[in-house]
């Protein structure tokens, strides 16, 4: 077993990793993606994707937010769209038209990147912000040229929508490609010292606003590429493919995947895309009953998650207090089960009541009854009584139904902004580099610049 | 067509181009600073030609310089103008004074109104360092209330609602920013301004789709109006002054938009709470040292800020439907332009900045030559005043930069 390092090697793991997607999404239309509706889902989460890698690629490698992304692909759909209605006979028919379509996105980037990266970051988010909005509007009210609110005809692309699938399939390994061997080239680690420290990369000569037009323009070509194809999957266009709340959409999947990583980001655009899909439809009978258990359960999670923080490394009691509160929480959630429909909202606010004061004994006891620390565990115990106690008073209501479909944009907001604040590297990135091996070939890294550090300070 | 417009039409922006391109390659040959001279070349080439150009290129005073660009503007502005009366003779704007008088005044009232909104955005600003993603959701919340309390208070005009929602706004503001920005306190982020970006960015959403989850997506969500139950008597949709046409909505909106903005300039100048919020907008260590606790002042001005948004909101609904989520977008677009406009974290700036685009907006779209786009293209003078603007004056009205 020499020189063969196994499924050791970073590089093997990388290897494997990608071919096994890779295969996964060639061979998903034969066995997870049967009907033509699921191909058309999986267009438009294709689509996503590109713009979520093409996005982390600008915001996530380089530090420039923009939104307007969603907008700039709308400028490729319709410029061929326009290309091909009103010059049909032109020489190139299709593909000389997708290739203005890219163009133009690639001109209107660069001509954003030229206003706007002479100056902060944040004029960057604020103007295209805008811009977005006001691409909308312009294509909504030049309806002679765009055909306005209403949608606009296409020519598809040739072949089925199997074909297109593959297309597009191809266009984002081709965008993933570009980009991760941008990354590692040595412009990629000018564009990370950018994103670290402006000024120090200027002093070391790194030119900011070339390279930050630069990859302004770079990005705008990814978009125009996978949206021109995308928006030719179709055979037909409308402004609300343009809206700021599809913009929103491709921040939040690229930042729950991991803005860092264009891969992380492209396949959470993907799983974003087809979840987001099969919650369209969801409604959840007697809500109430599903609501008082979440709440349970988020509760003693919590409860249980602040013991063992706080019995970490202190004492094995910690420990047996974990054991008991989990134990009793799930008898509770048991109980409560087998109560069924039957239970009224007394039940609910006792128990509501004896789990909060279980925790707080439990806490107090652990702590020695520290008067600070009781206080501030009878604050949760009383949230959680009374948000129990809510929960289950709406179950004795009756049969609340929730239509979690139309709520879906709401939860994803939500786990965006919980992502941003508790899990800086979103949710998919860190188990990339796990599966790679990368993580630990990074920590062994920094393990060894911290020593180092640590040496020089000592000698110091 | 007249000699001097196909004049200004053709020669005017070839001799921009040579300017804008030449004249920074001349001053960088003779190792001048080449810092926006690309910018007045083209303006001065725009407007004056050849002529204006020498003075620029021979002439090695600074402040020669800077005049002969300001008044090439005016001059460029000024000739616009002309060409536009010259294209439309017909157009309302041309004809006829009183018109664009009562465009003024209108877009100075809706200015106001916008600039409760932009101050509290501004306010952020200043003392958090931060810009709000989730501002225009906070305005559509603020509007959204509005609506559930109006129609509560039977009889009574819809500024009562106010009170309700500024409370509402504040509370949720002051959750949010516990929840989710008091990381930036910490010092331990790499990039506090990204980071509150994306988070507010997910807020944002979070409002927006809840509020579409209570309500379903609506085209237009109207309140009753302000002369509905009427205030003071004013019971017309518009009174006559003089040569004036007021229209009495804007305007009572207006007047408690401007009392607002001058009630915080009161607030900030002498009560605690804003000295502290002022001092740390201008040094945050410094005022950490004499006692202020950085935690409180974030959350009250983020708290104020997005009260100050939601008002904004419930001040709009009365006059214009609310469109639930787009009019969040294009609140915050609103916004944003405002804030960039007057300086970002200056709260006079934002004043001034509303107005401003409350002015450009309401003769962009009161002149525009076709009155069927006009409306729909009023955020679009925004943006070409936030393109002028970033182009000329960066720093906006007041903003030093820091």
């Not at chain 1, 004061?357 to 439990?362: A, I, K, Q, S």
């Not at chain 2, 949709?237 to 007021?246: C, K, N, Q, R, S």
Request: charged content about 10%; hydrophobic content about 55%.
């Amino acid at each position: 077993m020499t020189g063969w390092t196994g499924l050791r090697s970073p590089a093997t793991r990388t290897a494997l990793a990608l071919g096994a997607l890779g295969v996964l999404a060639a061979t998903a239309p034969f066995f997870l993606l049967t009907s033509s509706y699921d191909l058309d889902v999986a267009h438009q989460a294709l689509y996503m994707a590109g713009l979520c890698a093409s996005w982390a690629f600008l915001a996530g490698i380089a530090g420039q937010v923009s939104f307007a992304h969603v907008a700039l692909g709308g400028i490729a759909g319709y410029a061929s769209a326009i290309w091909m209605r009103d010059l049909p006979d032109a020489a190139g028919g299709l593909p000389v038209a997708l290739l203005v379509g890219v163009l133009a996105t690639t001109l209107v980037g660069a001509a954003l990147g030229a206003l706007l990266l002479r100056l902060q970051t944040v004029y960057l988010s604020l103007f295209t912000l805008a811009f977005a909005e006001i691409v909308t509007l312009v294509i909504v009210s030049e309806s002679e040229l765009t055909g306005g609110r209403a949608t606009l005809q296409v020519t598809a692309l040739g072949g089925d929508a199997l074909d297109h699938y593959y297309i597009l399939l191809v266009a984002l390994a081709f965008i993933l490609a570009c980009i991760y061997w941008i990354i590692r080239s040595p412009l990629g680690l000018c564009l990370k010292s950018m994103r670290e420290d402006a000024e120090s990369a200027a002093a070391m000569s790194v030119n900011i606003v070339r390279l930050k037009v630069a990859v302004f323009v770079i990005s705008s070509f990814f978009v125009g590429v996978i949206a021109a194809l995308y928006f030719h999957t179709g055979n037909r266009i409308s402004p609300d493919q343009l809206d700021l709340s599809i913009m929103a959409l491709v921040v939040a999947a690229a930042v729950i995947g991991g803005m860092d990583s264009p891969l992380a980001a492209a396949l959470s655009a993907v799983l974003s895309i087809f979840l987001l899909e099969l919650l369209r439809e969801l409604t959840l009978q007697d809500a109430a009953w599903w609501l008082a258990v979440a709440v349970l359960v988020l509760v003693f999670l919590f409860a249980a998650w602040q013991v063992v923080r706080r019995a970490r490394g202190t004492d094995r009691e910690g420990l047996k207090i974990v054991g008991i509160n989990v134990g009793g929480g799930l008898l509770l959630v048991l109980g409560l089960g087998a109560l069924g429909r039957g239970a009224t909202a007394i039940d609910a606010i006792a128990c509501g009541l004896v789990l909060g004061g279980v925790w707080l004994l439990v806490q107090a006891r652990r702590r020695g009854g520290g008067r600070s620390s009781l206080g501030r565990l009878s604050g949760w115990a009383a949230a959680a009584a009374v948000a129990f106690a809510a929960a289950g008073a709406l179950f004795v209501q009756g049969a609340l139904t929730i239509e979690v479909g139309v709520w879906r944009y709401a939860i994803f907001g939500l786990i965006l902004a919980l992502t941003v604040r508790f899990a800086s590297n979103g949710l998919l990135q860190p188990a990339l580099e796990r599966l790679s091996g990368r993580h630990a070939e990074f920590s062994r890294q920094f393990e060894a610049q911290r020593d180092t550090r640590d040496d020089a300070e000592a000698t110091r | 067509m007249s000699p001097l417009a196909l004049w200004l039409l053709l020669a005017g922006p070839a001799w921009s181009v040579v300017g804008a391109v030449g004249l920074p390659r001349l001053y960088r040959r003779r190792g001048q600073d080449p810092q926006r001279a690309g910018l007045a070349g083209g303006v001065v080439g725009a407007c004056s030609g050849p002529a204006g150009l020498a003075v620029l290129a021979l002439n090695r005073s600074h402040t020669v310089k800077v005049v002969w660009l300001w008044a090439a503007g005016v001059l460029l502005l000024w000739e616009l103008l002309w060409l536009f009366a010259r294209a439309y003779p017909e157009n309302s704007c041309v004809t006829d004074s009183a018109y664009v008088l009562n465009q003024v005044q209108n877009g100075i009232g809706l200015g106001l109104i916008y600039a409760v909104m932009a101050v509290g955005l501004a306010l952020i600003f200043s003392v958090m360092r931060i810009v709000n993603f989730a501002h225009g959701q906070l305005f559509m919340l603020g509007g959204v209330v509005a609506y559930y309390v109006t129609p509560g208070m039977a009889d009574l005009n819809p500024l009562v609602a106010l009170p309700v929602v500024a409370v509402a706004c504040l509370i949720v503001g002051l959750v949010v920013e516990r929840l989710f920005l008091s990381p930036l306190q910490s010092g331990k982020l790499d990039r506090p301004m990204e980071y509150a970006l994306l988070v507010t960015f997910g807020v944002g959403i979070l409002i927006s789709y809840s509020l579409v989850g209570f309500l379903g997506t609506s085209r237009g969500l109207r309140t009753p109006r302000y002369t509905d139950h009427p205030l003071f008597g004013l019971d017309q949709a518009t009174y006559e002054v003089g040569p004036l046409l007021i229209r009495t909505d804007i305007w009572i909106a207006g007047a408690v938009g401007l009392l607002l903005v001058g009630l915080l300039t009161v607030v900030l100048r002498w009560t605690w709470t804003g000295r502290a919020l002022r001092a740390v907008s201008m040094d945050r260590e410094a005022a950490a040292t004499v006692g202020i606790h950085p935690r409180r002042v974030h959350a009250a001005a983020f708290g104020i800020g997005a009260a100050l948004a939601g008002v904004g909101g419930a001040l709009l609904i009365p006059i214009i439907n609310f469109a639930i989520p787009q009019v969040a977008f294009e609140a915050a677009v609103r916004a944003y332009i405002i804030i960039v406009l007057g300086g970002l974290g200056s709260v006079p700036g934002a004043l001034l900045g509303a107005m401003t685009l409350g002015v450009t907006e309401a003769l962009g779209a009161g002149c525009f030559p076709d009155p069927g786009r006009a409306a729909t293209y009023q955020l679009g003078f925004g943006l070409v005043l936030f393109t002028v603007v970033l182009l000329v004056r960066p720093q906006g009205f007041f903003g030093g930069r820091r």
